[in-house]
């Protein structure tokens, strides 16, 4: 009964700034168990930022560190990945996730998560 529509994305040039969006149904934000995650070809799927059920706080990989940011907006049911100063190496499908049970911790590894969003392209290049 769980599902994540994402939107947004698609061709930025290096530099540029998008914003991947993620909508949930049957799912309660408030848990806080998100993440979001990105895949290249030919590479593994990589964790990028999650969410702190504790505190709210968000936590990002060095490489987005500054550049990427999580927003919860609970009365749109949406979860926001707002990305700027984007790179070419950014370039990538991009998922948000949610876990049904995350025991107030967080995690960046694809495992944890039970919900996912169909991905979102974001394509960095000149």
């Known amino acids: 009964q769980v599902r994540l529509d994402q939107s947004g994305g698609g061709s930025v040039r290096p530099g540029g700034s998008t914003r991947v969006s993620c909508e949930s149904y049957g799912y309660n934000l408030e848990k806080k168990c998100i993440g979001w995650f990105r895949q290249a070809p030919g590479k593994e799927r990589e964790g990028v930022a999650a969410?702190?059920?504790?505190?709210?706080?968000?936590h990002y990989i060095d490489s987005v560190k500054g550049r990427f940011t999580v927003d919860l907006d609970y009365d749109e049911r949406t979860v926001h990945l707002q990305m700027d100063n984007l790179k070419p190496e950014d370039s990538a499908r991009y998922y948000c996730a949610a876990a049904s049970w995350c025991g107030g911790s967080w995690s960046l590894r694809s495992s944890y998560y039970n919900y996912w969003g169909q991905g979102t392209q974001v394509t960095v290049s000149p």
């Open positions: 969410i702190d059920p504790g505190d709210g706080s968000a």
